[in-house]
């Protein structure tokens, strides 16, 4: 079968990596790719929210099935667009239904889902722009710290924690009245703060059935001990040691049944990845946000845990037969190191060459924002977070130390990245 990919990071060599290993797939292509899916595959330039582009891109090319890597296609309806059209609908599309995409494309949706399923998340209050009092008000009546959120996609810029209420009442009026955020923040959440700390879970569904897939930790702040701005992460291990069995099974019966029930209940059309960013509180499992798709970096870490081939497990998603499948989970612990440019996630550059990428032995290297020059002979800087260095290894100890030793040997100008992924959970 012939598979497209949309995106263009490190979640998606990852998934076509994977993928490519399937004696089911014939030709792999990547929209729009980086420089490491187009050295192996076939990258292909299409805007991931072009859907009539998509569209003729299927039919020319014989494509079976569409793997949607990012969010903003799916909240946009691409699934929808697939189904809707007799030319295409029979391609199997990996997403949600522009519905279902509602759980990470609007806070709101997403914590009044949680609300109506007896889904443990934390206390809430949604506002909009005529509500900037109501909303400020509210503030008052909760300690801090205060979390706001705003509604929509901000491209993981729209979570604010302030420390002081000072702080966070010019946070709320920037994003209600001042639009920080544009239509993103036409709403905004306030949430209680949770004290403890994350963990990513992701399980695969065809709706009703599910399959739990391995769980990760990400590092979202750019600098050693947590400090400075968040980004996109800045790297992340799996396994997690605190995700015990016993602290599984609170997952599984808390959130996991309860949201698949949930999404069946309400019939909402979702075939694809959920991923529940929890909070672990004292033992007890909290949701702080659902995504709708496969995390990044934590898919660099997740995937080469899956021993199994992916693509009899996706294919089964659109015959609604996940439940006679089987994933096999490689014991070897994962650790993803992420080399980001300098100044992300503020300006860079871009456009630097990046070296000894072939003397890499030990680790995978996963391209996320990279691109050829222009004679095409050259792998150059193309985004804030370049580059992934995943390993496998016995225990994340050794696993860690194979991904900095890698990290250590690729160089580019102004080459950065984090020292201490991991050491949280090692201790």
Wanted: charged share 25%; net charge negative; proline share 5%.
């Amino acid at each position: 079968m012939n598979v497209l990919i949309l995106g263009s990071g490190g979640r998606e060599h990852t998934l076509a990596w994977k993928i490519a290993q399937s004696p089911e797939v014939q030709k792999i292509f990547v929209a729009p790719g980086n420089a490491g899916t187009g050295l192996m595959w076939t990258n292909v330039p299409i805007g991931i929210n072009d859907f009539d582009g998509i569209r003729r891109f299927v039919l020319q090319e014989s494509i079976q099935m569409v793997i949607v890597g990012p969010e903003e296609p799916l909240v946009n309806g691409i699934y929808d667009f697939f189904i809707n059209d007799s030319s295409i609908s029979h391609i199997s599309v990996i997403g949600p239904s522009k519905l279902g995409a509602q759980l990470e494309g609007s806070k709101d949706f997403a914590k009044a889902f949680m609300r109506r399923h007896n889904i443990p998340t934390a206390a809430y209050r949604s506002f909009t722009r005529t509500e900037f009092e109501a909303a400020r008000l509210f503030l008052l009546k909760i300690k801090p710290p205060y979390v706001l959120k705003a509604d929509g996609l901000a491209a993981g810029k729209g979570v604010i924690i302030c420390n002081t209420i000072g702080e966070a009442e010019k946070e709320l009026e920037e994003m209600l009245v001042n639009a920080r955020f544009g239509k993103a923040s036409e709403k905004v959440v306030i949430e209680e703060f949770l004290h403890g700390t994350e963990v990513s879970v992701f399980v695969l569904t065809d709706g009703k059935n599910w399959k739990l897939l391995p769980e990760a930790k990400d590092y979202k702040r750019i600098g050693d001990g947590d400090t400075g701005p968040n980004t996109g992460g800045m790297g992340s291990v799996s396994p997690v040691p605190f995700a015990d069995e016993s602290f599984m099974k609170k997952v599984v019966d808390r959130i996991i049944n309860p949201t698949v029930n949930g999404l069946k209940l309400e019939n909402i059309d979702y075939k694809g990845f959920i991923f529940a960013g929890l909070m672990n509180v004292g033992g007890d499992p909290y949701v702080i946000e659902y995504n709708v798709r496969m995390g990044d970096p934590e898919t660099e870490s997740v995937i080469p845990r899956i021993k199994s081939d992916l693509v009899p497990l996706l294919k089964s998603l659109g015959c609604g037969t996940l439940k006679d499948q089987i994933i096999e989970i490689d014991g070897s612990s994962a650790a993803t190191i992420m080399l980001v440019s300098a100044g992300y996630p503020g300006d860079y550059p871009k456009g630097l060459e990046i070296y000894e990428l072939d003397k890499v032995d030990e680790s995978i290297i996963f391209h996320a924002g990279t691109a050829l020059n222009e004679n095409g002979d050259r792998i150059i800087t193309s985004g804030g977070r370049v580059l992934a260095i995943t390993s496998l290894a016995s225990t994340t100890a050794e696993a860690l130390e194979k991904s900095y030793r890698s990290a250590a040997i690729v160089d580019y100008l102004g080459k950065t990245y984090r020292r201490d992924i991991g050491k949280d959970i090692l201790k």
